[in-house]
């Protein structure tokens, strides 16, 4: 289940999403914001980008990618605890995996 959330978080922002600098305030995980909506895929049961698409523009990932590790930045000079800290980590890390395996599935973009 974790790992389709961080499959679908990095689709989202993919598709022009941004990642919240607040976790979840139930469950701790990456809160997102699409198309003006904030929500958490774990919390609000949102299994694939469809149920949220409507339009929009696509994220590159290098984009993407770079906003995380400015999360991740802000996380590590936050004053946070450990426990919160690395349970954050985790979830960024994992969502720069899943972003590393779209864009080398998404190779053959017709934008160049
Ligand atoms: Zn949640």
Known sequence: MEKDTNKLIAEIMRKGGTLLAEPCPKCGGLMVKYKGKTFCPKCDNITSIEQIESAGKDNDIATIQ???ITKIKELLASKESD???????LYYTKTLVELKKLSSENNEDSNT
């Open 83 to 89: 426990l919160f800290v690395s349970k954050s980590l």
């Open 66 to 68: 770079r906003q995380i």
